[in-house]
């Protein structure tokens, strides 16, 4: 991988696979499209992911970290690695039960020095949940 190789679905799933916080929280590449800059990432429920015992409903923390790291990926498929985040917004719509979540992120814009995602999370039902915005480093690291 290099800045000037734009990553390929293999790369994203190492790095996903390498990262103990978006394993621990069970997240997976499910679809990428990097001339798009495109890239769906689902989120299982997991005890770790629940807003209450037994309640089979995603507190928001967990799902405001899948809309960062789907953003994040959503713009580093086009400069070759991981990006860090400047700056995300996450707007809550309605309650997300499980079994998953899905998040469709969108790299808006990537200029020399920011990149732009826009994210929504959609229920098992489709229904969607939560929309963000993310705003990321255009430089590796």
């Not at 103990?20 to 997976?28: D, Q, R, S, T, Y």
């Not at 039902?125 to 590796?140: E, N, P, W």
């Amino acid at each position: 991988m290099s800045a000037d190789q734009p990553l390929t679905a293999d790369d994203v799933m190492g790095m996903f696979a390498e990262s103990p916080f978006i394993a621990a929280l069970g997240m997976e590449v499910t679809s990428l499209d990097g001339e798009a800059g495109t890239i769906t990432v689902r989120m299982p429920m997991t005890p770790l992911a629940e807003r209450g015992k037994d309640t089979n409903q995603f507190h928001g923390g967990p799902l405001a970290s899948l809309i960062d790291v789907a953003g994040d990926f959503a713009v580093a498929l086009s400069v070759g690695g991981g990006v860090p985040t400047i700056d995300l917004r996450v707007d809550y719509l309605r309650p997300a039960f499980g079994p998953h979540v899905d998040a469709n992120a969108k790299a808006r814009r990537v200029g020399r020095t920011v990149g732009i995602a826009d994210v929504d999370v959609v229920g098992a039902d489709g229904k969607l949940v939560a929309i963000g915005r993310g705003c990321y480093s255009a430089k590796r690291g």
